[in-house]
C-alpha cells in the first residue's frame, strides 16, 4: 500500500507491505535514489513475516521538498518523526 505522510509542511511518500505482521522494518535509500531500490528486497518471501515500509526521503523519488535548510539533523529529525507517526507498540528494526 502506498501512503504519504505530512511532517513539517513536508509530505513523505511511503510503501507499507504485511501491515498486520507484529514487527515492522524501515528502509531508508541512500542519496539520489528512492524507494523503489527496496522493491525487490521487500517482495523476497524472506520478509512476508514482516511489516516492511520504504520512504522516499525529501526531495526524492515522489516526496515534496524540505521546507527547513537541508542539513543531516533536520533530515534526521524529520525522519526519526516519520518513523515515530508510522511505528507501532511492537518491535521494530531501522
Known sequence: MDGVIR???????????HPTADTTIFFF????????????????NCL?????VTF???A???SGAMTTS????????????AVSKLARARPMIL
Not at 7 to 15: A, H, S, V
Not at 29 to 44: A, C, D, L, P, Y
Not at 70 to 78: D, E, T
Request: with cysteine; net charge neutral.
Open 29 to 44: 535509500h541512500g542519496n539520489s535514489s528512492s524507494r523503489h531500490t527496496w522493491k525487490k528486497i521487500v517482495e523476497n
Open 70 to 81: 537541508y542539513s543531516l539533523f533536520n533530515l534526521g529529525a524529520i525522519m526519526a518523526e
Open 48 to 52: 512476508r513475516d514482516y511489516r516492511t
Open 60 to 62: 526524492h523519488g515522489e
Open 56 to 58: 522516499d526521503l525529501p
Open 7 to 17: 511532517i513539517n509542511q513536508t509530505n513523505l511518500c511511503y510503501t507499507e507491505r
